[in-house]
């Protein structure tokens, strides 16, 4: 079964560096996500990315966030100061199809710690 | 804001036992109710999900209902087994997902 992969799988990183997670969604899916989940907390929408833009962004995800599309394949999640707070696992999502009532096949996530 | 309330937010159960998670959502414009389990250190997996125009679904053990009027969807877990021991997390939405806060489930064999 197809699957989203994640790389790296933990990332240690300085406070105030940059950081970028990547993602491989399924080879057919149309709809890209991002989510966090602080430990021990609930999963969060940061991001949902379709047709090469943003569709929809969380309070969360302020000027600090990027996401990108670089090639057919990845779908990066930048940070570019990171802060102590943005410690936590972040998942990748992708969704097929054009209706909006799809389900989301979420990647192993990358645990990123801020130092 | 948008917003899912889930609970209980902890639950145990005897082995072969029943467990019903509850979820509530304030966005109206929600038709897509999706149910992840998540162990320890892994990926969301999604369990069952829900479309705003089926009031109830059932896949073998596993049962969701959803009351549209009064925003509330269920959970239900019949013959409860160890290996059913997780987070459940319950999530509404159309292109993005609310997750609710999460539901430890403990299967006492």
């Known amino acids: 079964e197809p699957e989203v992969t994640q790389t790296p799988s933990h990332q240690v990183t300085q406070m105030g560096q940059e950081v970028i997670l990547r993602c491989v969604p399924i080879?057919?899916?149309?709809?890209f996500y991002w989510y966090r989940q602080i430990l021990g907390q609930k999963v969060e929408f940061l991001v949902s990315f379709y047709n090469n833009e943003i569709s929809e962004k969380s309070e969360i995800f302020d000027d600090q966030f990027s996401v990108e599309r670089p090639d057919g394949s990845n779908f990066t999640l930048k940070i570019r100061s990171t802060k102590l707070e943005d410690s936590a696992m972040y998942f990748c999502?992708?969704?097929?199809?054009?209706?909006?009532?799809?389900?989301?096949?979420f990647g192993d996530g990358t645990r990123l710690s801020i130092l | 804001g948008e917003n899912v309330e889930q609970h209980p937010s902890t639950l145990s159960v005897q082995e072969g036992d029943s467990a019903v998670i509850k979820c509530t959502y304030s966005d109206s414009a929600s038709n897509y109710f999706p149910w992840y389990k998540q162990e320890l250190g892994k990926r969301p997996q999604l369990i069952i999900d829900?479309?705003?125009?089926?009031g109830e679904k059932k896949d073998q053990r596993i049962a969701v209902t959803l009351n549209k009027t009064a925003k509330h969807f269920s959970l239900h877990i019949t013959e409860t087994q160890p290996e059913d021991s997780a987070v459940y997390f319950c999530?509404?939405?159309?292109?993005?997902?609310?997750f609710g806060t999460g539901t430890r489930l403990k299967v006492l064999a």
């Open positions: 829900i479309r705003s125009n089926v």
């Open positions: 999530a509404a939405g159309t292109y993005k997902y609310i």
């Open positions: 999502a992708s969704s097929a199809g054009t209706s909006n009532a799809q389900p989301q096949h």
């Open positions: 080879s057919n899916h149309l709809y």
